[in-house]
RNA sequence: AAAGUCGGCUGGACAGUCGCUGCCGCUUCGGCGGGGGAGGAAAGUCCGGGCUCCGCAGGACAGAGUGCCAGGUAAUGCCUGGGGGACGUGAGUCUACGGAAAGUGCCGCAGAAAACAAACCGCCGAUGGCUGGCCUCUUCGGAUGUCAGAUCAGGUAAGGGUGAAAAGGUGCGGUAAGAGCGCACCGCACGGGUGGUAACACGCCGUGGCAGGGUAAACCCCACUCGGAGCAAGACCAAAUAGGAACCCUGAGGCGUGGUCCGCGCUGGGUUCGGGUAGGUUGCUUGAGCCUUGGAGUAAUUCAGGGCCUAGAGGAAUGACUGUUCACGACAGAACCCGGCUUACAGGCCGGCUUUCGCU
């Protein structure tokens, strides 16, 4: 049975960690709306944390709505990534994308985010 | 039935699988099970409170707000009821609704004139003058009277015309023509009376021929209200590092220089305490609470009895997928909590009332 759970040890939870991943990013991948950035990790579990502005995404409802999707995806994915941190940053094309572009996009995502830890190790 | 108007409700449903979260129970501390988990606006942050800290807010000035009356409330700029005004056939809707007789500013175009009024066209020309006819008188120059004409002085504001607005309207009298000039009725102001808690109303009485443009969400004047900051408020626990205080120990110590000693240079160790950063706990959901029955009140609301506990996160949960189904799903996500207001909103449902038409 894969591991398909998302508990608290798997977010990044302060400030620390999120300034952790902007000083130390080593990888980078585009997603059409959304940046993401990774470090090796502070743990031995693979994390995940957001920064979405009101600026690019204005409505509260959209915001939790995409941070949903990226958790969901996130938690049925993460087994096959590396232990680093990952900080996803929402750009303003953000608004251009909706919730089913953005889901299929994911899983091609994680792959490639996976490709770049594999071609550029630590 | 159609059109309209006012008010209220609702905001996909069901099942399965995988997740998240706080509560309860069990636990071999790995977890397992159970039952909770966004809104009517959670939004804008525009008002009013609770709560917390600073503080103790007395006066003056400034500033901001409110502005018909009564009631409701913890409180309000909110709500309810009432009055005035405007709109609508009507149900109803809208109303920033104190003061223009304290002062200042502004008022396009049109028009003769836009404010201690004035007089373009028009009307009149009684009165004073001018010209002519006639009567009477005559000192033969004229004088008096009367009639007519022109309209010089002048009178007038009814009519025309301009405008949103030009010193109230209609009628009769009056006059040279006119005019509140006089009178009647309507309107207005003031005083009284009656009704109403009051705003205010009156087919009531009296007095006065009669207020003198608009604008105060322009300055302003008047009356009333307002201490400041906000849960990142505030309270508690508290590493590491640096620094501080007190006490104790050492001062023949330790480190450096040096081959060693002397010498020279620099100062140490321990315990406790307070402040306090990271971090953690709390504030944090039982409340001006919800449902229901009955009473008071036109209503807002309130009183009494019974029942209920209904999100509490924290880089921030409430989601994803699959299937079935229907009217194919709008606006939109709690962040200390309430009461309002405002704004957004696919559909659907219910009720009151009005107008028109049809049927009995």
């Known amino acids: 049975m894969l591991d398909q759970t998302y508990p608290r ?3 990044l939870l302060n400030s620390r960690d999120f300034r952790h991943v ?3 990013t080593q990888w980078k991948v585009f997603c059409p709306g ?3 950035l990774a470090a090796p990790g502070r743990t031995t ?3 995940i944390g ?3 502005s ?3 995404i204005r409505l509260a409802v959209r915001r939790n709505r995409f941070k949903r999707i990226f958790r969901d995806s996130f938690r049925r994915h993460h087994h096959q990534l590396p232990p680093v941190d990952i900080l996803v940053l929402a750009i303003k094309e953000a608004n251009l994308t909706n919730d089913q572009k ?3 996009n994911l899983s ?4 490639q985010l996976n490709q770049r830890i594999g071609s550029d190790p630590i």
């Open 108 to 111: 091609r995502v994680w792959k």
């Open 102 to 104: 953005l889901s299929k």
């Open 54 to 56: 009101k600026k690019n």
């Open 50 to 52: 957001f920064v979405f």
């Open 34 to 36: 959304f940046l993401l």
């Open 22 to 24: 902007f000083d130390q």
């Open 9 to 11: 040890n798997l977010r």
């Open 45 to 47: 579990e693979t994390r």
